[in-house]
């Protein structure tokens, strides 16, 4: 996939941006990868959250699915677009031919949640981060089970995460490799239980990142 580094740096940069608790925790946990794979991972990451967006603010059920049918209409339209995700998201269907099909797949996957009375995204983001996994030449299901981990705070999906050799095992699973995004995935979820915070604050953003250069070196935090 080639992209620019200052397409990259500027899908990084708006993750970084979103206002989400969650963005720029995640969008740190891809700084050590190739820029093709921060571009990609900051783009989908960030249509996960605009998706949830457009889920959960409309009052009707009707209105979520117009809105989320609007990003599926984008990506199958030739029509100038101005909105830098979209644009992101035309550029990456472009660099690998079967992204579209396989993102409007995901974005189905939060139309069928507009059907649930709680409009539960999780089986949105299991397949957003599948798609991750498949497009990083990580097993999908893996993949998903660490994007789960790092994103909730529910002990039902800390299993395959119970201590710091299970953290490790995804690190050494990554060596030699330039894929080091799933183990501090589990690293986050990590210190978020850790922390007892379900939310990162505002405040921990600075020392978060001291945290996720130390995981990157080697010193995951503990679960318990």
């Given amino acids: 996939m080639n992209i620019s580094k200052p397409s990259g740096r500027a899908a990084m940069q708006s993750l970084r941006d979103y206002p989400h608790v969650l963005a720029r925790p995640l969008a740190l946990c891809f700084a050590f990868e190739p820029i ?21 603010t409309p009052s ?29 998201l035309r550029i990456a269907c472009e660099q690998q031919p079967d ?30 981060w599948r798609l991750l996994g498949e497009t990083f030449s990580v097993m999908p299901d893996q993949a998903a089970a660490t994007g789960r981990f790092a994103m909730s705070t529910d002990d039902a999906t800390a299993s395959g995460f119970a201590d710091r050799s299970n953290l490790l095992a995804l690190r050494h699973m990554a060596d ?49």
């Avoid at 797949?105 to 999780?122: A, F, L, N, T």
């Avoid at 690293?187 to 001291?210: E, H, I, T, V």
Wanted: net charge neutral.
């Fill in 176 to 224: 030699g490799v330039p894929s080091h995004w799933l183990y501090l995935l589990a690293c986050l979820g990590a210190y978020r239980r850790r922390k007892n915070r379900p939310d990162p604050q505002p405040d921990d953003s600075a020392m978060l990142g001291w945290h996720i250069l130390l995981w990157r070196l080697g010193r995951p935090p503990r679960l318990g």
């Fill in 60 to 88: 009707e059920s009707l209105l979520a699915m117009i809105r989320l049918q609007w990003w599926i209409d984008s990506l199958q339209s030739t029509a100038t677009e101005t909105a830098p995700l979209v644009q992101n």
């Fill in 99 to 128: 992204m579209r099909d396989r993102l409007i797949g995901v974005i189905s996957c939060w139309q069928d949640s507009c059907h649930d009375e709680q409009r539960d995204s999780q089986p949105g983001w299991q397949a957003l």
């Fill in 36 to 56: 093709d794979r921060q571009f990609t991972a900051a783009t989908l990451i960030e249509l996960g959250f605009t998706l949830d967006t457009a889920l959960l």
